[in-house]
């Protein structure tokens, strides 16, 4: 049996007939032209996530990360013993950078959605303990010239 | 079932659609990574000029040490000197080497298109491996020096330098000068 008009199951014996044949509008009603055209959806900012083969990478990386981290929070503790006050600042200093880091590159790898934030904070405290480092040899640096200098001058008069 | 075009993308707390494969740092994030390649790099020459300037005085010590041990130095010194000095250059040059290269990775992440995630990946490989060699370097001077330390406590070498003639002998004479 086929369908009536309007998608309406064929008429059986008993049944009332469709609403359209008792005198009510037929739907859609005259006029409607469908459903709005479907619009795309909508685009959002794509987030880059790493593979696995990358975050056994960073995995790695944000180990041995939190090893230096935690050899340098070592050093700091052992610093306390001789009050070495420039050393333990220094040494919990690039601590903290490195525990950062580690913490970083590790969200890189159990999370999901943020890959690319964590990574950037990870390289920011990457580079706040490069910077301590190169600070310090710069400092070391100026010192031994300044040392050679003075010696050189006391020499050079007498 | 279909699918509902005005659904909201599925992401896990970021509020994006996820994506693996290709990606483009932005210009903000570009700046980040400059300059963290930048630093390393400058890290990484700073530790490769220790290790060729350590290098040379190798050289100068093997070559020269006949010349020394002629001047009065003991030829004993010159070996430990080269011993003590050789894994330290070797292990600067090594970490210089994998600290410059990361520099190298990150700026080609800032200069180059298509290829950043591979250029971010090497260099963190390489980071990796030179924070596994500033580790194993800081552990084993830690080691070496607590041991040190322990040595000296317990044993007490006496560093104290005798000359020749001034012993009980000499001092015996200069009270005979003295009486003269």
Redesign the interface.
């Known amino acids: 049996m086929t369908n009536q008009p309007g998608g309406y199951p064929p008429q059986y014996p008993g049944y009332p007939p469709p609403p359209h044949q008792q005198g009510y509008p037929s739907y859609p009603p005259p006029g409607y032209e469908g459903y709005p055209p479907?619009?795309?959806?909508?685009q959002?900012?794509?987030?880059?996530?790493?593979?696995e083969q990358?975050n056994k990478?960073?995995e790695?990386?944000a180990?041995?990360?939190k090893?230096?981290a935690v050899?340098?929070y070592?050093?700091a503790g052992l610093q306390v013993i001789n009050l070495n006050i420039v050393g333990i600042i220094i040494n919990v200093g690039i601590g903290i950078a490195?525990w950062r880091a580690s913490k970083s590159?590790a969200d890189v790898v159990e999370?999901?959605?943020?890959d690319?934030q964590h990574?950037?904070s990870s390289?920011?405290s990457?580079?706040a303990a490069?910077?301590i480092?190169?600070v310090l040899?710069a400092v070391g640096l100026g010192l031994v010239l300044l040392v050679g200098l003075i010696v050189a001058v006391v020499f050079l008069a007498i | 079932m279909q699918n509902n075009?005005?659904?909201?993308?599925v992401?896990?707390?970021?509020?994006?659609?996820?994506?693996?494969g290709r990606?483009e740092?932005s210009e903000a994030?570009n700046k980040?990574?400059g300059?963290?390649g930048k630093?390393?790099w400058?890290?990484g020459l700073?530790a490769l000029a220790t290790g060729v300037l350590g290098s040379i005085g190798l050289a100068v010590a093997f070559v020269f040490r006949g010349e020394f041990a002629q001047a009065g130095l003991d030829p004993n010194w010159v070996t430990i000197f080269i011993v003590a000095v050789l894994p330290f250059v070797a292990v600067n040059l090594l970490s210089g080497f994998f600290y410059m290269g990361a520099g190298n990775s990150?700026k080609a992440v800032v200069k180059t298109q298509g290829s950043d995630?591979q250029h971010?990946?090497a260099s963190?490989?390489k980071?990796?491996s030179a924070?596994?060699i500033?580790?194993l370097v800081?552990?084993l001077m830690?080691v070496g020096s607590f041991a040190l330390g322990v040595a000296l406590a317990v044993y007490k070498p006496d560093f104290s330098v005798e000359e020749e003639g001034s012993t009980e002998e000499s001092t015996a004479e200069e009270v005979e000068d003295f009486d003269d």
Request: hydrophobic share 50%.
């Open positions: 479907q619009q795309a959806a909508p959002w900012p794509v987030q880059y996530e790493f593979s990358e990478t960073i790695r990386c180990a041995w990360a090893a230096l050899l340098n070592v050093m490195f590159l999370t999901q959605g943020n690319v990574l950037m390289l920011k990457i580079s490069l910077m480092r190169l040899v | 075009p005005y659904e909201a993308p992401a896990d707390g970021g509020g994006g659609a996820l994506a693996t990606h740092f994030e980040q990574i300059e963290t630093r390393s400058l890290w700073v990150l995630v971010m990946i963190l490989s980071l990796g924070f596994l500033d580790f800081g552990t830690f």
